[in-house]
């Protein structure tokens, strides 16, 4: 008899899916990658050779510079869940930042939209805006970068 999905199915789907996507946007082979959401862990370990991770050149035009394209010393604020990203906190109201804008460490830079709740999305460090990564009201993956900012 089966019992059917259980709830922790779409949780490891949607792991599964970020891991998929973080192996691609790493720079370097991929030995080991463990995410975990709750009480669900997944934890995948190659033991053959690393797994091959698509160069920047190989991306197509136009689309937004991935994490691995950033220059070294940018720090990424990533978003916080999967949603829909704000860049300000009402329509018609200005940005939260700017490119060029200066933030301090806990300052909100946007806000994430999941299941109509609000979610801020804050700079873990301090820095200057040197790049906006995501339009307004573009959905958005876990831990996909949304600003880059420069540390100095």
Do not use: C
Not at 32 to 58: I, Y
């Amino acid at each position: 008899m089966n019992a059917g999905p259980t709830p922790d199915d779409g949780v490891l789907t949607e792991l599964r899916r970020h891991a998929r996507q973080l192996v691609d946007e790493l720079d370097g082979p991929v030995r080991r990658v463990r995410l975990r959401s709750g009480d669900t862990v997944l934890e995948v370990e190659w033991h053959g050779p690393a797994q091959p991770v698509p160069t920047p050149r190989d991306a197509p035009a136009g689309q937004p510079v991935a994490a691995a394209e950033q220059p070294a010393a940018a720090l990424l604020v990533r978003a916080p869940m999967v949603g829909t990203f704000y860049r300000s906190p009402e329509p018609g109201a200005a940005p939260f930042v700017a490119v060029g804008d200066q933030v301090r460490t806990g300052q909100v830079v946007g806000i994430v939209e999941a299941m109509k709740l609000l979610n801020e999305v804050t700079a873990d460090r301090a820095g200057r805006v040197v790049e906006l990564l995501v339009e307004d009201g573009k959905p958005v993956e876990y831990d996909q970068p949304l600003v880059a900012l420069d540390p100095a």
